[in-house]
């Protein structure tokens, strides 16, 4: 089954502590976006990678890294959490940078830092 | 840049209702235009899209045009069932700004009543 697949889906954190939620598509993609939702603010893209070794910064960088060192996975990395970070996260991929294809979307994962 | 507008909800409509969703953007170029669903405690599912002027991406019973004239993409079901009650996002695909990402709506939530 075509599918991106998010862990953790749930995560309770204290503030500080570096965390790792992965990302995994086995669509073959070249494009992959991370999407932070939040009430009353919506979808907001975090980071995106358009090919292996080729990552940009979307609109909310601040706070996250990224990584594409295999085409299949894209891990969004928190290297110090604080309490603006929590939120609904998403990853998302695509045949085409352009999104005509539209986006496969993750389960979610709910972070939580405290 | 790229911009989304959907009307706000909520919506609350009784089974067999006819909806519609308003949906307008702003866009340079021409962009693809997608209807994505969540359902709660989901991830966001692509429900329908339409990738030039006056397209009509239809699925699950719903409609949207893209009207290029009036930037619209509005979405339309003839009857809805209890089953439909979920958050309907409007977005656009493309080039935002520097960025290659879909652009959502805030969202909007529909809840169908028996």
Redesign the interface.
């Given at each position: 089954e075509a599918q991106v697949t998010q862990n953790p889906r749930y995560l309770i954190t204290v503030t500080g502590k570096k965390l790792t939620v992965t990302c995994s598509q086995n669509m073959n993609h070249e494009?992959m976006?991370w999407y932070r939702q939040d009430p009353?603010?919506?979808?907001r893209?975090i980071y995106?990678s358009?090919n292996v070794e080729v990552t940009?910064?979307?609109?909310v960088p601040e706070g996250y890294k990224v990584s594409r060192k295999e085409k299949r996975n894209f891990p969004l990395i928190l290297e110090s959490p604080s309490p603006n970070q929590t939120s609904l996260y998403?990853c998302?991929s695509s045949l085409s940078?352009?999104?005509?294809y539209?986006?496969?979307?993750?389960?979610?994962t709910r972070l939580t830092v405290v | 840049g790229n911009s989304v507008t959907q009307m706000e909800g909520p919506v609350t409509l009784s089974e067999e209702a006819f909806l519609t969703i308003n949906c307008t953007y702003t866009a340079t170029g021409y962009p693809s235009l997608f209807w994505y669903v969540q359902y709660p405690g989901e991830g966001l599912q692509l429900l329908l899209k339409a990738t030039k002027a006056d397209d009509k991406g239809s699925n699950k019973g719903f409609e949207a045009t893209y009207r290029k004239e009036t930037t619209s993409f509005h979405l339309e079901k003839g009857s809805v069932q209890v089953s439909d009650s979920a958050v309907y996002f409007c977005a656009l695909g493309g080039r935002g700004g520097s960025n290659y990402k879909l652009t959502f709506g805030k969202g909007t939530l529909l809840t169908v009543n028996p």
């Open positions: 494009y976006s009353g603010l919506g979808l893209q995106y358009m940009d910064k979307g609109d998403f998302a940078i352009q999104g005509n539209g986006y496969t979307f993750g389960s979610g | -």
